[in-house]
């Protein structure tokens, strides 16, 4: 589909001034101080618009590299080789923007001593989410729930519907497999009570302050586990990860990470 929308077998550019036999070697090369994902994606790309393209990857998703490092060597003819060219770093700048940024937050996680886990959230571009939340593992934090199917997560509007949040519980309860954790989105100190006293396996403190989550977290008492969320990055984190608090979750790593830095270089050409 991006080798499509970038009509990239139509290169008009490459077609006028290079010929079609004409074979060239080619460096992705970092721009930047970065943590690398979406290689084999990149890789797949430049192969899958011509099969004859030779790709090597030099470096592995995950790795943190310098500036001016070779991650990806590939050669082939040069019509191809710019034809996959921008959707390869259009993959590969997008993951690797979310893995820098990803880092950042578990290093700040690892320096509380709390043991609390970063994780991400539902909010990642359309089509993109399996891709997106790898990206998230790669810089070393984890992820929530990939999709409405996999557990139980009553917010306001479900409460509200159900009547109250009591109610709402046994409704999930008795409808959900057996297997599905029952996640529940508190606002109050009020309403983390009511959670506990529902059985809730994880109570989601939203939108509060860390007074708030500190006096929360004093009264599920090890009950359940303990996530926060809203209003958290990188300046006030650590006034957020509390003793007691088990997982902090944060919608900028897939929704607000800035883009990664590569460039692909041309070097040698054959049959100019």
Sequence with gaps: ???????????????SIFNAGEVSAANIISRADQVLCGLTVARRVITRFDSSNYVEVTAKDGDR??????????????????????????FLQHLSGIATLASRYAEAARQTGTGVRIVDTR????????LEKYAVRCGGCFNHRSSLGEHVLIKENHISAAGSLQKAVQMTRAF????????????????????????ADVILLDNMSPQQIGECVTLIDGKAIVEVSGGIGLDNLADYALPGVDVISIGALTHSAPAG??????GDRQGA
């Design 1 to 15: 589909m991006a080798l499509r929308e970038d009509a990239a077998y139509n290169d008009i550019t490459s077609r």
């Design 65 to 90: 590299v310098a500036a001016g490092t070779v991650v990806l060597q590939a050669e082939g003819p040069t019509i191809s080789l710019l034809g996959a060219e921008r959707t390869a770093l259009n």
């Design 123 to 130: 909010k990642t571009t359309p089509g993109w989410r399996t």
């Design 176 to 199: 959900a497999p057996h297997t599905a954790k029952i996640e529940v989105e508190a606002e109050t100190l009020v309403e983390a009570g009511q959670a506990v006293d529902c059985g």
């Design 261 to 266: 830095n590569f460039s692909m270089i041309l």
